[in-house]
């Protein structure tokens, strides 16, 4: 009988290894779970913000995969047994054909979810709360800034690592971006609150104050928020801020079927960034945001992650080629645009991962251009993955 592979989680670091073993072990089943019929990536998902970037740009569906002979099942993973072997799946808007796989080599690509309940009053008021993060709130988010005329905007970062570091940067910048664009800027108060000791990546956090400061928007650091209200939120040294907008990045980690698996907590135990057995199993590897890597959480470092993920497999099969990869990366922050032009202006940083310790790099002119790039980056990653180009 031929061998099993299962990937949980269909996305950047999923189809990753799902397009490279599809190459490379034809005569192995190949299954890729996903809890959506659709991918909807992240990097430009806060140009939705100020309408530079449209949903049907940055959603791809899995009919490229499934013709390269790789089982698709679209379900919820909401438990797994390593000892045993098994993946269990709960229904989703596909109906639930299966509930139970098993498996040769499982390998754990979820990505993280985002997790409030450590925030007091999270769980009454989690509905106020918007982000660029998902595809709704990211829209409830457009509108409000779209729409409402005066108020206070609260931006917020949680202790790294998180999922895209600049992220929260972008999104005050973009913020600042709208309101001056439609002429309300000075009726904002716009504030960043972050858990760190300085924006992230912290070899861009001069720049970005710099901008910060011609913006008018407000930087508190190293404050952690413990409670939110309706229209306020609380630090860990007792300051509250008063929202009307409030754009808050919750705590990152692994769904929690890893950590009920015992495969680790807050992301999946890995033996090291090149081999990302779980140490207890041969036959179980992670990749992507889900792992514990001690890297940034970015779509390169997924990318690569799943590249060595899919080597390690090659090998335990016996096959002598390889995927060339190492742990290295560029990126782009949104930093809006100061005078309100619906034209983003971006940052370009970089870092190299395979020297102790590791380099990074950034050009601190903002430019368009970056901002292009990085489109043309994010579909060309797009494509890669998911066998099309939107048109
Ligand atoms: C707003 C935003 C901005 C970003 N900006 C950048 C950037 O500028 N540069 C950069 O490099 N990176 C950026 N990132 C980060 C990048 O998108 C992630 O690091 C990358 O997608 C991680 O890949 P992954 O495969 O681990 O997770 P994902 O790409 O999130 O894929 C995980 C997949 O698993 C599925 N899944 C989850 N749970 C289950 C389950 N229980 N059962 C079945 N399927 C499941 C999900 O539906 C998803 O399709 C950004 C992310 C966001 C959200």
Known sequence: MSKKIVIVGGGIAGMGIVN????????????????????????????????????????????????????????????IDPDNRRVYLAESSMGNKVKELSYDYLVLTPGIVYDGSSINGYDKYAWK???????????????????????????????????????PTETALLAHTVLKNRGVREKFKVIHIDANDKTQPPFIADVVKETYDKAGIQLVTGQEIVEMGESYVVTKSGEKFNFTVLAMLEPNRAPKFIEEAGLGSPFVDVRSPQDLRHPKYDDVLSAGDAAKLPFPKNQEIAFESSMFAANKILEMEEVSEKVPVQYAFVGWAYMGNLEGKLETLSLQFQMDLTTQPPKPAKDPQLKRDYTLQKDRWEQAYLERLFGYKVI
């Open 20 to 79: 490279t073993l599809a190459e490379k072990l034809k005569d192995k089943e190949i299954t890729v779970i996903n809890k959506e019929d659709f991918y909807f990536a992240g990097p430009s998902r806060p140009l939705i913000l100020t309408k530079e970037q449209q949903y049907d740009r940055i959603i791809r569906g899995y009919e490229e995969v499934g013709k390269k002979g790789v089982k698709v099942i679209i379900g919820n993973v909401y438990k």
């Open 129 to 167: 709360n918007t982000t660029v993060y998902d595809p709704g709130r990211v829209n409830v988010l457009r509108q409000r800034l779209w729409t409402e005329n005066e108020g206070s905007l609260v931006v917020y970062a949680p202790k790294a690592p998180y999922r895209c570091a600049p992220a």
